[in-house]
């Protein structure tokens, strides 16, 4: 059985007034924190939409900022996200813990196959392994071959990279005890981790980062959810619709604020993406990893349905998730839900239909599969 930890140990982060005095400081928060709230819960939310009105108002750059990475902007172009010294030194220690805790020695080649440019990428990464004392290779993309060779020539032991092309090496012939996992739907996607391992040779654990936070959160080789790093960041899963925070075990929207970051911390921020959250003595863990995003949310039959969600668990069954439809329509005032998906393969759909209703509390009235289904998207036609 799980050890979890009482509901009032996960409310706010400890000393939050202390760090709101702080943050008050920051042109980024100095309105919204005129008057410094008594209560987390009336801390308000950070948006990728304030990010941007505050950086067209000049709101965001640091005088101590030593590194400038730049993130896609919600409308198109991008945001700068400034880093200090301590903060490249505070996101650096806490990731070499994780890191080590992942499995990860001093004396182990490691091979990063993530960009290394003008996006933070492989600098996620890159800051912790250095700061644990592994021998890093920031490889970058790409190059299979070339990947082939080093990770061969230089015995590497440990691979960093996108469990697709982790994946594609594998099944080139690479062979590697230790894959960590990120930038893509990982072990939220049933059978995934399956696949990877056996192409490897070795354990696969899921690792879950954004470019505006930096590492949020490690699989352990007990493979039991994904551990945040506790010291880096505090951690809340929200309903999307109501802001509320939601009980231990239920799916929600993560947000995340630093605890130490200095130049641009978040605050309160609204990632998007939907995750469970589980306290226990030992950490905070996502169980589930991150299985979606809050965009498109639905209330069908009066559950929350998230669209990515769908094709997370199409993807599970080997089903065509980049071709589906969704479709709803009333009758009789009641809701109704159409899937239709393109696939060669045959399939129970009784078993599927079972599923679906286990997965999302929702019934599917009506599921096909098709081979020549051409569609991706949700057709909301109630009205």
């Not at 960093?160 to 996607?189: H, M, N, W, Y």
């Not at 080997?318 to 998906?341: E, K």
Request: charge should be negative; proline fraction near 6%.
């Amino acid at each position: 059985m799980t050890d979890t930890l009482s509901p009032p140990s996960l409310s706010e982060p400890v000393g939050f007034c202390a760090l709101l005095s702080r943050l008050r400081e920051l042109p980024l928060y100095r309105a919204a924190l005129r008057e410094v709230p008594t209560a987390w819960a009336d801390v308000p939310f950070l948006t990728r939409e304030r990010l941007t009105e505050a950086f067209e108002a000049g709101e965001l750059a640091h005088p101590g900022a030593v590194r400038v990475h730049l993130t896609p902007h919600p409308g198109g172009g991008w945001l700068p996200e400034y880093a200090t010294r301590r903060d490249v030194e505070g996101h650096g220690q806490a990731s070499a813990r994780a890191f080590a805790r992942a499995g990860i020695r001093e004396d182990d080649h490691v091979q990063v196959a993530f960009g290394y440019h003008r996006f933070a990428g492989g600098w996620l990464m890159q800051d912790g392994l250095e700061s644990l004392g592994a021998k890093t290779i920031p490889f970058g993309p790409g190059e299979t071959e070339a990947q082939l060779e080093t990770l061969r020539r230089l015995g590497v032991r440990v691979l960093v990279s996108a469990p697709s092309f982790a994946q594609k090496l594998g099944e080139a012939g690479a062979r590697v005890e230790l894959l960590i996992a990120a930038g893509e739907p990982f072990t939220s996607i049933a059978g995934r981790r399956q696949r990877v391992q056996e192409a490897l040779g070795g354990l696969a654990l899921d690792c879950y980062a954004t470019s505006e936070a930096g590492l949020i959160a490690l699989e352990t080789p007990q493979q039991d959810g994904l551990r945040v790093l506790d010291d880096w960041v505090f951690v809340e899963v929200i309903d999307p619709e109501t802001g509320t925070p939601v009980p231990d075990g239920e799916r929600g929207e993560l947000v995340v604020t630093h605890l130490t970051k200095e130049a641009m911390p978040l605050l309160r921020f609204r990632t998007g993406d939907l995750t469970r959250l589980e306290r226990r003595r030992d950490g905070t863990f996502l169980p589930g990893g991150v299985f979606g995003n809050v965009g498109g949310m639905l209330k069908v039959k009066g559950v929350k349905l998230f669209p990515r969600e769908v094709a997370f668990w199409l993807a599970g069954h080997g089903l065509d998730h980049t071709q589906h439809t969704l479709r709803l329509h009333s009758v009789g005032g009641g809701d109704r839900l159409h899937l239709a998906v393109r696939s060669e393969a045959r399939a129970d759909l009784e078993d599927l239909r079972a599923d679906f209703q286990r997965r999302f509390a929702i019934r599917a009235d009506e599921l096909h599969l098709d081979p020549a289904h051409e569609g991706q998207g949700v057709q909301d036609e109630r009205g």
